[in-house]
């Protein structure tokens, strides 16, 4: 079908939660199916985004490829939407902010209990990780914010549906949990 | 005859000595408030109850009631501002809600909740802040504190002790207890004070009870904090 709304998605710093939870729409998955279509996302596996209509960006900012990876997604989308507590306030991973970074690097690589051939990795392709996570607004504009750890599929549901259907998005009260 | 006020253009009766919000806590007009309590003297900090007075900013809980008064309380422009600042109360210090064992019986988060506050806006502070799990059965975590000073007034005025105060200024601003160690442990703070109950975010808990009832069947999960606001300040609620 032609002219099908593009959706693009992807998790930076996080759990993947969130998109367990958008597949939590279950059947209604087949009902928007016929509305839209998945461009970058890791239900597709494409690496890029292009041309989308609306962005889900799942997590914090945490590391380099973060950083790119959200202004891509800024580039290739008109809408650009915060999903859950981490891409909305750093969320879990954020609670590294208060430790320097090189501590939490020593704790988890060469003084952790049950390390083995303690290094820090610093292969040429890992991303480099930012002094502290960030949430989303902070680094790009965003459009919309659908709070929760995670957001419930009725959230991305009544998001969605008020998108596709021309109305002005709105969470009501037994839908806005940060928790 | 009674004198009364006007609240987005409800006609409130009320008594000489009342703030509005006394007034129309006892009409069932709910006025958005953290750093009120109706058992304490007013501290007119948060700001969340600023209302407008015959077109001037006001304190709810500190302004007197005065006959004639025209009182704007529940309008989109008010509750913007009070969006803005329960959003800067959230960035100041370091609220993850899905990790706090207050979520769902939590005042700033039923307050945002009520106003709708999707996002936090600003750049977030992250400042680092201590705990105090000293005591044997009370624990501090100064991350969640937002300086409401209920805990302070409830410690003087209900416990009749001295356990808790503010000390520094602006982005300084810490709450300390009365110990020459600094330590919780060592003031006389009991499990059962006041001061240990009443505040209205994750700060102050009463220790091994967090998860007693489950995340979801929580106060503020089915119900909006101006109904439970009004069923627990206003003794003749819904007469």
């Not at chain 2, 109850?49 to 007197?64: D, H, I, L």
Request: proline fraction near 6%.
């Amino acid at each position: 079908m032609a002219n099908k709304i593009r959706v693009a998605t992807t998790s930076l710093a996080g759990c993947f939660g969130c998109h367990m939870s958008f597949l939590d729409l279950d059947e209604r998955l087949l009902q928007l199916a016929e509305l839209v279509e998945f461009d970058r996302s890791p239900i597709t596996d494409i690496e890029h985004c292009t041309n989308c209509d609306i962005g889900l960006i799942e997590g914090g900012v945490c590391n380099s490829e973060n950083v790119h990876v959200l202004r891509e997604f800024r580039k290739n989308c008109k809408i650009l939407v915060a999903v859950g507590a981490c891409a909305i306030n750093g969320g879990l991973p954020a609670m590294r902010n208060f430790i320097p970074l090189e501590e939490c690097l020593n704790e988890a690589y060469l003084e952790g209990i049950g390390v083995e051939n303690p290094q820090i990795p610093s292969d040429i392709e890992l991303p480099l990780l930012l002094d502290k996570v960030r949430p989303i607004h902070e680094v790009v504009k965003i459009d919309y914010f659908l709070p929760g750890c995670p957001p419930s599929a009725d959230v991305f549901w009544k998001f969605l549906t008020d998108l596709l259907e021309g109305r002005e998005p709105s969470l009501p009260y037994d839908l806005v949990h940060y928790d | 005859m009674n004198k009364t006020i006007t609240i987005d253009g409800k006609t409130i009766p009320f008594e000489d000595g009342q703030t509005i919000m006394a007034a129309a806590t006892a009409a069932d007009v709910y006025i958005p408030h953290l750093c009120h309590h109706p058992e304490l003297s007013p501290h007119g900090s948060c700001k969340l109850c600023t209302v407008k007075v015959n077109g001037r900013n006001c304190s709810a809980c500190t302004f007197p009631a005065a006959e004639g008064q025209d009182v704007l309380n529940n309008t989109k422009e008010i509750n913007d501002d009070r969006q803005k600042i329960t959003q800067m109360l959230f960035v100041e210090g370091n609220h993850f809600c899905p990790s706090c064992e207050k979520t769902g019986n939590c005042q700033l988060q039923a307050v945002a909740y009520h106003l709708n506050m999707l996002d936090n806006h600003f750049p977030l502070f992250y400042p680092k802040r201590e705990m105090d799990a000293s005591h044997p059965d009370v624990m501090i975590d100064h991350n969640r504190c937002i300086f409401c000073t209920l805990c302070v007034r409830a410690s003087q005025q209900h416990d009749g002790k001295d356990v808790f105060a503010i000390s520094g200024r602006g982005i300084n601003k810490h709450l300390i207890v009365n110990a020459q160690s600094g330590l919780l442990k060592d003031t006389d703070l009991d499990m059962n004070d006041k001061a240990a109950h009443v505040c209205p975010t994750g700060a102050i808990l009463i220790k091994r009870t967090g998860y007693q009832v489950p995340i979801g069947q929580r106060l503020y999960d089915h119900h909006e904090i101006d109904q439970v606001s009004l069923v627990t300040e206003n003794p003749h609620h819904g007469e």
